[in-house]
């Protein structure tokens, strides 16, 4: 990977600044480690000989498996091709970190599957492994994407203006269907913290249809402290819950 000290440097000073850059990276992996915790959160407590609880948690997995399958072609579509066009070479070393995860996505996937057939008496032994190779998985993406946090910004904010990354980012997230930008809200917008929350959802409010800004309401919602609810009520001019007071 190709980047140069200053700009690593150029990332902590930004970091700190009074008006940090555009940072595209931020929410969508709050939203990621908090669907990996949770999943992993959900493999560590499953009870084998329950074949609801078993059914449920692989299916869960196999949903954060897709969803890191289509992250990570978005990144590459996008966010890898942008830092090629101004800087030959600097995604190279993700971009094979990205074929790993590829590999790994699909061994998981089927050792979850398996995990659905396997004799009764395999099955404890079955899910303590699944457990324990979904933690390196999680553990290895943790590493991952502070590296792009870091290295990629650092590339990234060296070489394009905030405007350019923002229609950057704005053209990656036109490209996600409904349905799985609805799955991102609910891992997206619980997660964040209340500032982050309140002016993506000011965006949303100001520029998509009226039912879809409802539905993300009533998706989030259930997700979200009655605090919580409280203060993004206020920043968006909403009504808040009868007896709250926001904050």
Partial sequence: MHID???LQAVACTSGAATPR???YAGIHKALR??????????????????FELADGTQRLLQLLDFCRSHLGHENAFIHTAMEARASGASEAIAHE???????IARLAAQATGLLHA????RAAGV????RETSLFVAHNFEHMHVEETAHNAVLWARYTDAELVAIHDALVASIPPHEMMFTLRWLVPFMNPAERAAMLREMQAHAPAPAFAAALDLVRPHLSERE???????????????????
């Fill in 34 to 51: 908090a669907l990996m915790a949770d999943t992993l959160l959900t493999l560590g407590r499953l009870e084998p000989d329950d074949a």
């Fill in 98 to 104: 990205h074929a790993q995860h590829e590999a790994a």
């Fill in 229 to 247: 609810w409280a203060k993004l009520a206020g920043a968006l001019g909403l009504p808040p819950a009868p007896g709250l007071v926001a904050a």
């Fill in 119 to 122: 004799p009764a008496e395999a």
């Fill in 22 to 24: 555009f940072d595209m």
């Fill in 5 to 7: 000290k200053n700009e």
């Fill in 128 to 131: 303590l492994a699944l457990y």
